[in-house]
């Protein structure tokens, strides 16, 4: 006799500000939870705008076998050993109208770039938001850095993201500028930075969300039936908990996500979202 159809489940967090605490680290009690459930068969990955690079060292205990999402899309990746399974780059064309925009505004973005390796390409600091970033990344040992003079030895490479670190009004011009020439062809995320004294603006391809990555891993896992749970708190996160069979947002979520999610748990400094699995998953188990 057939067993009944069993649905699988994926399992898939944010990080910044939702499974992670508010100083960007895993707590001591999430890491013991997560352990516990991933020795389990719990099928969980991360999606977030970070690279495997600067979370690498957060999550380092956690055995994650599930290809992970970097960039909010952009690439699909092994977590222990980075090779990415997809890459989704801005248009070359496009780069180079990009650069020269915000470059009208006396000032340089940073590069994300994949070539033979991920470099992460980094002009002269020009206020206290990029002294902050390029500090946390050079105490990161982030082996993507590269400190150049001028972000154009970049633009050989495929560009994954460009990021525009600056005060509101600049960056918002930028934005608006772009939203009006080719928004229709890039992904555009602006907003105050939780820990750096700035507002940031990154510029991708339009396809590059967090939700089709998650499409694309699942097609990966080859699962026909598969019921999909998103974490998330923030703007780039909304795709992903719409597209979810089930969206949970954290309490310090913003508004709009909290409105349109599934479900409204804890807040992330609450250790919300690894206590959410060990109850789900236990009663998926059943």
């Keep these: 006799m057939n067993q009944p159809h069993k649905t699988q489940t994926l399992y898939v967090t944010d990080l910044d500000g939702t499974l992670l605490q508010d100083d960007a680290t895993l707590s001591g009690r999430s890491r013991d939870i997560l352990l516990e459930l991933l020795a389990d068969g719990l099928p969980l990955t991360v999606a977030t705008a970070r690279s495997v690079a600067s979370f690498r060292p957060i999550l380092q205990e956690l055995p994650l076998k599930l290809p992970v999402i970097e960039f909010n899309g952009a690439f699909l990746s092994d977590f222990s050993t980075g090779k ?3 890459v989704r780059a801005l248009k070359p064309h496009l780069v180079a109208d990009i650069l020269e925009l915000i470059r009208a505004q006396g ?3 940073y590069l994300a770039t994949y070539g033979e390796r991920d470099n992460l390409f980094c002009p002269p600091s020009q206020n206290a938001g990029m002294e902050w970033f390029v500090k946390e990344r050079q105490e990161s040992d982030d082996p993507r850095l590269r400190l150049v003079d001028d972000v154009q030895c970049g633009v050989a490479e495929q560009v994954v993201c460009v990021t525009l670190i600056g005060d509101e009004a ?3 011009r930028v934005h608006a500028e ?7 062809m890039l992904q555009l995320y602006h907003w105050p930075h939780d820990s750096s004294p700035a507002h940031w603006l990154t510029i991708q391809d339009v396809k590059v969300t967090k939700a089709r ?3 694309e891993l699942v097609h990966r896992i080859g699962t026909k039936d598969c019921e999909v749970t998103a974490f998330g708190d923030q703007i780039n996160d909304i795709e992903m908990l719409s597209s979810a069979d089930r969206g949970i947002a954290v309490a310090n979520a913003t508004a709009e996500l909290r409105a349109l999610a599934t479900q409204v748990i804890g807040s992330n400094t609450e250790d919300s979202v690894a206590q959410f699995l060990r109850r789900d998953w236990a009663d998926t188990a059943r």
């Design 107 to 109: 000032v340089q973005p």
């Design 170 to 172: 600049m960056t918002h």
């Design 84 to 86: 990415h399974h997809f």
């Design 178 to 184: 772009l939203s009006s020439r080719w928004g229709a």
């Design 213 to 215: 990555a998650v499409d």
